[in-house]
């Protein structure tokens, strides 16, 4: 009986040691570029937004902008996937209408300007497969300088004079791009 008593534990103690092991997770650290969302109305509180902007956030650790988002280039705007927009209602980019519907969003930074870009691309990393084709808007936008710099990159939501603001900042860098609604 002692034995039979003893090989059962031994069993139950194996079966839980190997179910631990089988269902056991590798999760990986922080990302060094966490992903982050930004939306308006920007209040946790108000659940009908108007805009979700979802992006990456990579930190300048003692580099320059534009030695990261290279000008005359197409930049994902962050890091990691390219950032991806929803508008949750018919929206406009300067003059151009866009239904409502997920997008992604590319800028080509300049240093006194950016372009804005919304492109019907969805599920791309980075912009190394970008293509002009799938654009559904541009607006090119003045770059203006902020006293406070941002070590990671930024996006926020604002009231604008006809619709809303997505402010973009890194650096002392800052790009207020319009959308009517």
Known sequence: MKNSTFITSIAIALTVFLSFQLNAQDFKGLDKSPMDAASYPSSYKESSKLVKITYSRPQLNDREVYDLA??????????????????????????????????SFFVIPEASEWTAIIS??????????????????????????????????????????????????????????????
Request: proline share 2%; hydrophobic share 35%.
């Open 120 to 181: 019907t691309d969805l599920n791309v990393w980075g912009s190394y497969t970008y293509n002009e084709d799938n654009d559904v808007a541009r607006l090119t936008i003045p770059v203006t300088e902020a006293e406070e710099s941002l070590e990671a990159f930024s996006i926020a939501f604002d009231k604008g004079d006809n619709g809303i603001e997505m402010h973009l900042g890194w650096g002392t860098v800052r790009v207020a791009v319009p959308f009517s609604m």
């Open 70 to 103: 290279k000008e005359n280039q197409v930049w994902r705007t962050g890091a990691n996937e390219a950032a991806e927009i929803t508008f949750y209602t018919d929206t406009k980019l300067g003059e151009t209408n866009i239904k409502a519907g997920t997008y």
